[in-house]
Structure formats: C-alpha cells, structure tokens
C-alpha cells in the first residue's frame, strides 16, 4: 500500500499549518496510522525558511502534549507531484497555491483544498492568522484545528 501524502500551508509555516502538521501527526499516532502517512508543511512566503514554529504557537501546543517539531519552508514546484493533498489554512493562501499551480502549469495530482471545509465545530470558515494577537489567539487556533485536522482524517481514512 503506498502512502498517502498530506502538506498543510499557510503564509510563513510557523504558526497554523506547523501546528495543523503535528496535530495531524498526533492523531495518526493515536490511531495506529503513522506508517501510512507522510506529512509535512510549508508557507506560501520565504520569511522564515529554517526557523522552528512560533514559540507562542509550541507552548500552546506543549500543554496540549503536542510537539511542533517542523522548521519552516516555502512551497515548491515539486510539493505538487509528492503529496497527494495540499491542506490550506485560509482563502488568501488557497488562492495564492491554486496561483502557482496554474502559473507553472504543475501537476494535477494533489488534491487542493481548505482545512476548513473539514469543520464540524466551529464556524470560522478560515483557520485565523494568531501571529499578531495574544496567547488566547494561539489556543483558539489549536482548537480550530483540532477539530478541522480530525474532520480530515476521518474524510480521508
């Protein structure tokens, strides 16, 4: 069976989609399935390529006993032909991948799509942006994706 491939994105991958990223590699570990996945994320900006996660967004995540072990990186051609879904967090950074797919004219096998259509909670049709905002941002957040990365899985297992 081959695995399937799953890329979350935001705008510099140092806050939502690395945490989208190990949340979703948490659930998987709960559910037995980590020999069946390859996840990853990346940012459609190159602000912070190398650097780790937001330490806002790991200490928010760490009382949740999730680790955010991912460094940053940018979005490349080749993303489009390895993973079988590309999971945006928000309209401004589906539109700017549904962008460089057409522009380079990539490849038709990931599956683009936003997290939050996988919503069963909460109403927020776009994961917020928490960079800007205090520490009640961040755990909003990771409850956010709490329930739109599980509505994934369930959608796709």
Same mark, same amino acid.
């Given at each position: 069976?081959?695995?399937?491939?799953?890329?979350?994105?935001?705008?510099?991958? *140092?806050?939502?989609?690395?945490?989208?990223?190990?949340?979703? !590699?948490? @659930?998987?570990? +709960? $559910?037995? %399935?980590?020999?069946?996945?390859?996840?990853?994320?990346?940012?459609?900006?190159?602000?912070?390529?190398?650097?780790?996660?937001?330490?806002?967004?790991?200490?928010?995540?760490?009382?949740?006993?999730?680790?955010?072990?991912?460094?940053?990186?940018?979005?490349?051609?080749?993303?489009?032909?390895?993973?079988?879904?590309? *999971?945006?967090?928000?309209?401004?950074?589906?539109?700017?991948? !549904?962008? @460089?797919?057409? +522009? $380079?004219? %990539?490849?038709?096998?990931?599956?683009?799509?936003?997290?939050?259509?996988?919503?069963?909670?909460?109403?927020?049709?776009?994961?917020?942006?928490?960079?800007?905002?205090?520490?009640?941002?961040?755990?909003?957040?990771?409850?956010?994706?709490?329930?739109?990365?599980?509505?994934?899985?369930?959608?796709?297992?």
């Amino acid at each position: 069976m081959s695995k399937i491939s799953v890329l979350f994105v935001c705008l510099g991958n *140092i806050c939502r989609s690395p945490a989208a990223e190990a949340i979703f !590699i948490n @659930l998987l570990e +709960k $559910k037995g %399935l980590t020999d069946d996945f390859i996840v990853d994320s990346a940012g459609t900006g190159s602000w912070h390529i190398g650097k780790k996660a937001d330490s806002r967004m790991r200490n928010a995540a760490e009382i949740r006993d999730i680790q955010i072990l991912s460094r940053a990186r940018q979005i490349s051609d080749k993303d489009f032909e390895d993973f079988n879904y590309i *999971i945006t967090m928000d309209n401004s950074n589906y539109e700017n991948v !549904i962008h @460089l797919k057409k +522009k $380079k004219s %990539l490849s038709e096998f990931a599956l683009i799509r936003k997290l939050q259509d996988f919503r069963s909670i909460f109403k927020d049709e776009e994961v917020p942006d928490p960079y800007f905002g205090g520490d009640e941002g961040f755990n909003y957040v990771l409850d956010i994706l709490e329930d739109s990365v599980g509505g994934f899985l369930e959608n796709i297992s």
